[in-house]
């Protein structure tokens, strides 16, 4: 079983990953997961961005 803290797959822009993760969400609803799209989180001294690569995580339901 894999970890829901590990991406179900990358993409490199945001749009192909929030293509992607539209795909999944009726499955993943039914399991009781939405799905989301989060990029690449660096930090530069206090300071932090968000890059490419994006990934599709799932979050369980609240």
Do not use: C, N
Not at 1 to 14: E, H, I, K, P
Not at 49 to 60: A, C, I, M
Request: proline content about 6%.
């Amino acid at each position: 079983m894999r970890s829901l803290r590990d991406a179900m797959l990358w993409r490199g822009t945001r749009p192909a990953a929030q293509t992607e993760a539209d795909k999944l969400a009726p499955a993943a609803h039914r399991m009781g997961y939405d799905v989301v799209v989060h990029g690449t989180i660096r930090r530069y001294g206090t300071y932090t961005y968000e890059e490419r690569p994006y990934g599709v995580f799932l979050e369980p339901r609240t």
